[in-house]
């Protein structure tokens, strides 16, 4: 069974930093692009970033640019989003998802990603 579990969320303070882990069992992600998600109360799920199956190519929205970074780690089987800078309106669940596509390339649209962690809460707050 295909599985995806996130983890590394948390309260921060605004400013500070965390790293979420995506983890899969079940299956490699090796020929999966991965994205995270994020979704806050009473607004829809957006997505934040993406990483191609090979690895060389990444993509970040706007807000997030410069603050956040993904990366991926064949060996473990896991992809991280290091989220440094953290501000108030980055408090969301973020969520991991596979896109079974092996490509260089990705975009972090909820619409092409099939396979779904449950989430993981991020609070930044003082």
């Known amino acids: 069974q295909l599985q995806l579990v996130e983890s590394g969320g948390g309260l921060v303070q605004p400013g500070g930093s965390l790293r979420l882990s995506c983890a899969a069992s079940g299956f490699t992600l090796d020929y999966y692009g991965i994205g995270w998600f994020r979704q806050a109360p009473g607004k829809e799920r957006e997505g934040v970033s993406c990483?191609?199956?090979?690895?060389?190519?990444?993509k970040y929205v706007d807000p997030v640019k410069g603050r956040f970074t993904i990366s991926r780690d064949y060996a473990k089987n896991t992809v991280y989003l290091q989220m440094n800078s953290l501000k108030p309106e980055d408090t969301a669940v973020y969520y991991c998802a596979a896109e079974p596509v092996s490509s260089d390339y990705c975009v972090p649209n909820p619409i092409n990603f099939g396979y779904w962690g449950p989430g993981t809460q991020v609070t930044v707050s003082s």
């Open positions: 990483i191609s199956s090979t690895g060389g190519s990444t």
